[in-house]
């Protein structure tokens, strides 16, 4: 059981340039959430999704993109970084039932964009 | 738009002494959640609260909620170094969808 899985762990961007990152878990929770972490501003809410073949925007969705086409996956895109977006970008899961949203948190990707 | 925000923002405290962290938010919602974060490392879910005047504690950590205050406490409770770490607290508005998080509070416990 591993819980939630993201990948890469790193990656250096060009501004302009594009990329996905993955989020797996292996926990069958409907719920799925991307943040972003930056120095002294918590973790924004980019995008979630409650199910299979849902999205939803969060508090900071512009210029990122969203797919979950299977329940285990929730993908997050960059369709043309900007240095603004360097950050660390976490994922989290949560099962959603009883209404109790205790969310499992990956290990974090750390993307810079220069 | 919900504000949340945690105060101090950083602490410094001596082992054994014991000291709170508090969250205030800025709507209604009757569900808060505490994580921790150490250095470079991901976020641990610590507490669930659920209700007005819920109480959770796990061994020197104390965690309850004021729905009306609109207040959550952390209460340290003869800290120790392993504490050393970010308390996140968050809010999320009663659908499980949007959730907001406070800025953290740094806490360095000192031997």
């Known amino acids: 059981n591993a819980g939630v899985t993201q990948t890469p762990k790193f990656r250096v961007l060009k501004t302009g340039q594009s990329m996905t990152l993955l989020c797996a878990q292996d926990?069958?929770?409907?719920?799925m959430y991307w943040y972003r972490q930056d120095p002294g501003m918590g973790l924004r809410l980019i995008h979630y999704?409650?199910?299979?073949?849902?999205?939803a925007k969060g508090e900071v969705p512009d210029g990122y993109n969203v797919s979950r086409l299977k329940k285990q996956n929730f993908l997050l895109g960059l369709e043309s970084a900007a240095p603004s977006q360097t950050s660390v970008y976490f994922c989290?899961?949560?099962?959603?039932?009883?209404?109790?949203?205790?969310?499992?948190f990956g290990p974090g990707t750390r993307l810079t964009v220069t | 738009e919900l504000k949340v925000e945690q105060n101090p923002l950083f602490l410094s405290m001596q082992e054994g002494k014991n000291y709170t962290i508090y969250c205030n938010y800025s709507?209604?919602?009757?569900?808060l959640y505490w994580y921790r974060q150490d250095p470079g490392k991901s976020l641990e879910s610590l507490f669930v609260?659920?209700?007005?005047?819920a109480v959770k504690q796990e061994g020197r950590l104390m965690a309850s909620l004021d729905t009306k205050a609109r207040l959550s406490t952390l209460h340290i409770t003869a800290a120790v170094h392993d504490l050393s770490a970010t308390y996140f607290c968050?809010?999320?508005?009663?659908?499980?969808?949007?959730?907001?998080f406070g800025t953290g509070t740094s806490l360095t416990v000192i031997p």
């Open positions: 968050a809010v999320d508005l009663n659908t499980g969808n949007q959730f907001y």
């Open positions: 999704s409650v199910g299979e073949g849902t999205t």
């Open positions: 709507t209604t919602s009757d569900r």
């Open positions: 989290a899961s949560s099962t959603g039932q009883g209404f109790r949203y205790e969310q499992y």
């Open positions: 609260l659920l209700s007005n005047g």
């Open positions: 926990m069958n929770h409907e719920y």
